[in-house]
Every structure is written in C-alpha cells, then in structure tokens.
C-alpha cells in the first residue's frame, strides 16, 4: 500500500483553496522527495484533520490545491504524557519520535538529580526546538494529524508543582503493584455507573489520562522519590527486568494502550 507524503504546515488551511507551503514544507517536498508538478500529497496543521491536495509550483514556489477536509481517527481514545529523566547523548530525540509513532500525547523533558546531561542557554534553547521538529516529523510519518507537544525543559520540583492535579504512574522496582494491575483499577473506576448510564447520550465520558514517570540513567534519587510520591504519584513495577531508559517509557506506553484496549 502507498502512502503518500504528508506534510505539517502549521498555517491555516481551507477547504478547496490553494495554499503556499511553508519553507520546511517545501524544501521537504522539491529537493528531499523530488516531487512534481500534480504529485499527490496530504496536508495537515495539527488540528485533528487532513487535506488531500495536489502539488503545485508557482514562479518557482511550492504551492498546493486542497480537497476535502478529512476526519480521520489516528490519535489515541484517552491521553497519555511521558515524563522523561533527561538521558545522555541524543537518546532523547529517539524516545521523542517513538513515543510521537505511539501515539503519545506530551512529552515533559525533566533534569533529574542523575541527568548526565545539563542543559542551559542557547544551547537548551537550540535542543528544544531541535525536539520539537522530530515531534513533528514523527507526526507526518506515522499519520497522525496532531503534533506531540514536548514541554521545556524543567526541574522535577517545577514539573510536580504544576502537575499536581494530573494522574501519574511512576516506573519503579520496588512499587506495590504493576502497572498493569494499576491501570486496570483505573479502567475500572472509569466505567460510567448506572446513574451515568442514564445520561450517556447527551454526556460524553471523559476521556482516560495519565502520565509515566521516568527517570534518567541513574534513576531518581532517594530525595525525588519522596517528592514524587509526596505528590500522590503511585510507584508501579513493569517485569522483572531493568531496562534502559529510553526503553521504560516506550515500552509502558505500548504496554498501556494494549491493556486499555486503545489498539
């Protein structure tokens, strides 16, 4: 099967109008893929939907005419944010493209205790973007029409300060329960009760959301884990085995979306 190419271009777009892609957009499109004239192509801006278009290039600009707009269901029932120990080298980028193809919805970079790598200035300010632009290409690639949102850069004590009232799940070997065991509380106390029943069709449930915590090649210091669970954040096993962690959090979420049905 063909996939076509797909582009992000944060601009607005309309139905049946042509539009100018945006620099990325058609460097990406004339001399990465060597398109032409009439190539079929599909556009989105991060709002949910598609246009399917057809490339065009006018006095030497890349242009496209836009179909329909399309509805199409590649995102995930319910959110799921990874809040990652800041790793060494560029294992980031790669758990930010992957958990963009999974369909993850945040990502929240954190500077742990542990963190190798320490980040601060134009060079932070350079890294962001840097990840942000993997987020969007992971986005295209995997046919999702919303962009994974990598948060700046912060210190565990910020992310806690302001995540207080989001449900989160901290990969730990020493939790009580698995992560499985605790999602599955979790989907049960989501079910709408008989009260709820009556007024399912005008009151759409609320749409599952939960984050996973991991930390840095070290993990969390003694300190952190107290913060954490000071927070209210619940410390889950995942197997017997350790793994790395640009592996954890990848590996949770699958695991997540298969135990919650959201294949």
Known sequence: MHTLPRFYCPIPLLAHT???LPDAAAHHASRALRLREGDAIVLFNGDGTQYPALLRFEQGRAMADLGPQQHTRTELPGRIGLVQGLPSGDKMDWVIEKAAELGVSDVFPITAERSIVQL???????????????????????????????HPLQTLNAYLQQASA????????????????????????????PADALTSDTIAPTPLSFRLLIGPEGGWSPQELRKVQAAGIEAVTFGARILRTETAGLA???AAIATLGWL
């Open 252 to 254: 949770m979420t699958a």
């Open 120 to 150: 601060s200035g134009n060079r932070l300010e350079k890294r962001q973007l840097h990840w942000q632009r993997i987020a969007e290409s992971a986005s295209e690639q995997s046919g999702r029409n919303r962009i994974v949102q990598v």
């Open 166 to 193: 989001s449900l989160g799940y901290l990969c730990h070997p020493e939790g009580e329960r698995s992560l499985l065991q605790a999602l599955a509380t979790l989907q049960q106390t989501s079910q709408p009760g």
């Open 18 to 20: 042509r539009v100018a």
